[in-house]
């Protein structure tokens, strides 16, 4: 087939996008016609007075907004031209009166004058104000909104007369559709070379497909052409002549034959059902039987076990993951051998790392160097004490107080050297006590039976994370060495990183 190449997106693609828009232009276009149905209901609901006077208030205001509608209509459809083709025919039909096209020729301007009964409108309902006619400020507010829609509808009508779908578009989709054509004539033409013609003549016959195909698209084309201007006299067009009549009338019957007419209250035929219901005839009783829609989960099934309503505090809510105190950390603070000011600093360096740790996931573990598991059974585990808990500040006030601290403090470093060992495995003790250990005068009271924090089967001078036999890798920061410190301690730590 020749005209394999000849693909249809080539006429659907701009023509489709031209009758989208003619077709939603035409829609607004019909939605913008000035219609007066909530004006009239504000009129007759906010302008008062059953005298002549107030008789004469509403339906001059109605007849305002007519006006405005007749003269931007006339202004856009050929078929209301026709029917009002100069004004002396609007004074005639009765929309103007003399007195008002006076007015209206006096005020001279070059552009259309749809907008002038609206400012009469204005005018008249402020007026009216001033008389009591209209009985409050929300209800004058309410009179000039559905005005300014009426007048709003009435300037896009204008608008979308004005600036109509650019002509370079219409022309670039109609030469895209019937060249397109044209090209499928020639090009979709059967050839049978076994038949043997010669200089390859064309075998005609009927494309059924393409002629499917331009009646489909160049019908499409001439939709949009009819729908581009709904404003004339063709079979399709807008009927505004019709709805001119029948907004006249309805709008001058709602604001004067209608006002303060009501029909006499009573009660209605169900007005001691509880459950009401409109009856229905043999040919829709039907729908009786149908059963009404619930909504599209209605019909969903769980198993019994998921029904099942679970209490809320055995659900864990709004816990991160945690990050444990590293137990080097731990080990090195708690090990015997440390200063008296280090060992405030250590514990302090502690208590700030500590507070980034959730309470829910700080818990009792134990070190056991073959299992590393926090559920052994070495010891009986006690109740759990966050650590942001454990009472550090009296040993630490105890430490950092120094020379000034009075006679709780050692008076000489030997004395400090040889009981640091006990406080810190008092402190230990402390850590897992829940009643807290709490010193004494006497120095700290007895501990209690409780597995230890620290592996202590570790050489003193030896890492917990070495191993006897591990060779110990000398640091690069360390510094002199000191008496009485541990070769691990000796090098210091990073306060930044550990915090």
Same mark, same amino acid.
């Given at each position: 087939m020749a005209g394999s190449t000849l693909s249809p997106v080539l006429a659907s693609f701009p023509a489709g996008f031209y009758v989208t828009l003619v077709v939603n232009r035409w829609w607004r276009q019909y939605t913008c016609i000035p219609m007066p149905d909530r004006l009239m209901c504000a009129i007759s609901g906010n302008v008062h007075g059953g005298d002549e006077r107030g008789r004469l208030y509403r339906r001059t205001l109605m007849r305002y907004s007519s006006l405005s509608a007749v003269l931007i209509l006339r202004s856009v459809s050929t078929a209301v031209f026709k029917r009002f083709p100069t004004i002396d025919h609007v004074v005639e039909a009765g929309f103007m009166t003399r007195e008002e096209r006076k007015k209206y020729e006096n005020l001279s301007s070059s552009y259309n004058k749809y907008w002038i009964p609206c400012i009469w409108f204005t005018n008249l309902v402020a %007026? +009216?104000?001033?008389?009591?006619? /209209?009985?409050?400020?929300? +209800?004058?507010?309410?009179?000039?909104?559905?005005?300014?829609?009426?007048?709003a509808n009435c300037s896009m009508l204008f608008h979308y007369d004005w600036i109509s779908v650019p002509l370079v578009y219409t022309q670039v989709v109609t030469i895209a559709v019937y060249s397109f054509f044209v090209a499928c004539l020639i090009g979709r033409q059967f050839l049978d070379p076994a %038949?043997?013609?010669e200089g390859h003549d064309l075998d005609l016959c009927v494309p059924v497909f393409t002629l499917l195909q331009f009646f489909f698209y160049v019908g499409w084309l001439k939709v949009a052409e009819q729908l581009i201007n709904p404003f004339g006299e063709d079979d399709d067009d807008f009927? &505004?002549?019709l709805l001119i009549d029948r907004n006249f %009338?309805?709008?001058m019957m709602a604001v004067d034959e209608m006002y303060d007419d009501l029909p006499l209250l009573e009660k209605d035929r169900y007005w001691d059902a509880s459950n009401p219901r409109a009856p229905y005839t043999a040919a829709t009783v039907f729908l009786l039987h149908h059963p009404s829609f619930q909504g599209s989960t209605f019909d969903i099934t769980l198993p019994k076990e998921e029904m099942q309503f679970q209490p809320l505090e055995?659900?864990?809510?709004? @816990?991160? @993951?945690?990050?444990?105190?590293? =137990?080097?950390l731990l080990n090195r603070l708690l #090990?015997? !051998? &440390?200063?008296?000011?280090?060992? !405030?600093?250590? @514990?302090?360096?502690?208590?700030?790392?500590?507070?980034?740790?959730?309470?829910?996931? &700080?818990?009792?573990?134990? @070190?056991?160097q073959d299992t590393q598991s926090t559920d052994c059974g070495c010891e009986p585990r006690g109740p759990r004490l966050p650590?942001?808990? +454990?009472?550090?500040a009296v040993e630490q006030q105890a430490w950092e107080g120094g020379e000034d601290a009075g006679h709780g403090v050692p008076n000489s470093h030997q004395e400090v050297w040889a009981e640091e060992s006990d406080l810190a495995q008092r402190s230990q003790v402390s850590l897992l006590n829940p009643d807290g +250990?709490?010193?004494?005068? !006497? !120095?700290?009271?007895?501990?209690?039976?409780? #597995?230890? =924090?620290?592996? &202590?089967? /570790?050489?003193?001078? /030896?890492?917990?994370?070495?191993?006897p036999g591990d060779a110990q890798e000398p640091s690069s920061r360390s510094g002199p060495l000191r008496a009485g410190f541990p070769l691990w301690l000796q090098n210091p730590i990073n306060e930044e990183t550990t915090a």
């Open positions: %007026q +009216a104000r001033k008389e009591g006619r /209209v009985r409050d400020d929300c +209800a004058l507010k309410l009179l000039m909104e559905e005005l300014n829609h009426f007048r %038949q043997g013609y009927e &505004t002549n %009338q309805v709008s055995e659900i864990e809510e709004g @816990l991160e @993951l945690s990050h444990p105190v590293p =137990l080097h #090990a015997p !051998g &440390t200063a008296p000011g280090s060992f !405030g600093r250590r @514990l302090s360096l502690l208590r700030r790392k500590n507070s980034c740790v959730s309470e829910a996931s &700080t818990s009792y573990s134990c @070190l056991c650590l942001s808990e +454990a009472p550090f +250990a709490i010193p004494v005068a !006497g !120095g700290f009271p007895p501990s209690q039976d409780v #597995a230890p =924090l620290v592996d &202590t089967s /570790v050489a003193r001078d /030896v890492p917990f994370f070495l191993q």
